[in-house]
């Protein structure tokens, strides 16, 4: 048997993990969340391929077929499509590639934490397709915390989106991509801020059936199943459970490990 | 020559290498930042351990007199006065100390981050040299966001503080031990919510005069001067320089440097 591995920084990335799992039901899947050195948002470039290589060192171990780097500031580092011969999918170019297949007015706006921003991957992505769309970049170094806290729908919150929404709503977009995986907690407060007519783009869904393609034109090999699925962090932190299971639910957990790295 | 060492997650701790360096100019300093790995305040006991450890075997490599642990929630694990014979010094049992003398209701509130609130340590302090001392402690786990953000009198964190001081201002506390290097930042805006009949306590200025009177004592051998400062990050972040210089002038630096660990 071959997993498909998944990491991130917390517990965001279970979004990705439970959109796989729904898609992919007969693959198993080993999840890493490098709880002991969150965030990623603030480091830099280095220290981040730094830990990006400990921890796929760590999901290559039970043998996996697939990575995904469901951590947009990793996926900022990423450089090319496989990774020691094994296929590996960042969220910037899926999400980047999303948001250019909905925006009319080709304007996009881009949320995300000071190191995706600076890193200015998701401009290259979106640019490589579409050499004149116009991007609105916005980083939002206090959105994870706020999620952290479970402040999802409170009044602070609302303020500080408020404040962070302004540029790219003045500049004129009419598509947000959620850079980071503590985003889409937060979809529902950015809708209401937002309104009906700006398409908000998360790159869980995308990655999943592009993953879902890759297993079916053979890229990857698939799985009969049942497909297991093990979650690991680097730090012991009850609060991540909780919060993963109210994610993750109705979905079964066949373990939850403490990583050394 | 024989350096005092300090240690920090991050940026915070420089308020306490500022108050050593004003008390202590003929001393030679060496602060360490672990920016690659903050915050800790959200971490696990037995990682912050870990990081503790590997932190002041960088400190040690030197030649360090006397260690300063500048972080509350490293402070929160430290066991006993020593470190392979080395005398160090955290920043809860002086904060505790001082909180003891100023308080006239003997109620202390305690604002910390959720690792130093779990651990207890300050209740344990408080309560070691006063069986029946009362004390409500608050959790603050948004205020080292806020400060990192550089937000430190904006409305939001305003209303953050306000909820956040509820807790103790309602339970009646006359003293509140500001149990984290960020706090002091906050302690105008603070101190504006909370009026002038409540004390503020911070580490900083205690741990000098303590770390001054063993220099006096002989319990650490002191120095003929004049005294250097090395600071030393495990990641590379131009913004910790740009703040660190801001609350450590008109201070002379001799050295910033990037440690791998």
Redesign the interface.
């Known amino acids: 048997m071959s997993f498909i591995g998944i990491f991130d920084s917390g517990v965001g990335g279970l979004t990705v993990l439970k959109a796989l799992k729904k898609e992919l039901s007969h693959e198993s899947f080993i999840y890493l969340g490098d ?4 965030p990623y948002g ?3 470039p ?2 981040i391929q730094h830990y990006l290589k400990q921890n796929i060192r760590f999901l290559e171990k039970p043998g996996v077929k697939a990575l995904v780097v469901a951590c947009n500031s990793a996926s900022s580092v990423l450089e090319g499509d496989f990774w020691d011969g094994i296929p590996i999918y960042g969220v910037i170019i899926p999400g980047a590639r999303e948001a250019l297949r909905v925006t009319k007015n080709r304007h996009i706006g881009v949320l995300g934490t000071r190191a995706t921003v600076e890193s200015g991957a998701y401009i290259a992505a979106l640019r490589e397709q579409d050499a004149h769309i116009k991007v609105t970049q916005q980083a939002c ?2 959105l ?3 999620v ?2 479970g ?1 999802t729908e409170d ?2 919150t609302i ?2 989106l408020e ?1 962070y929404l302004r540029t790219p709503l003045h500049a004129g977009v009419d598509t947000l991509i959620l850079g980071c995986t503590h985003y889409p907690v937060l979809k529902k407060a950015i809708a209401t801020i937002v309104g009906p007519h700006i398409n908000l783009v998360d790159s869980a869904q995308v990655i999943a059936h592009q993953l879902r393609n890759d297993l079916l034109s053979g890229k990857i090999a698939p799985e009969l199943g049942p497909g297991t699925t093990h979650i690991w962090t ?4 009850h609060a991540f459970q909780e919060v993963g299971q109210q994610i993750l639910k109705p979905l079964h957990i066949d373990e939850w490990g403490l990583a050394d790295i």
Chains 1, 2 share one sequence.
């Open positions: 709880t002991a050195r969150l603030s480091k830099s280095r220290t170094p206090l994870v915390p706020l952290e806290e402040w009044p602070v303020q500080v404040r680097t730090d012991a932190n």
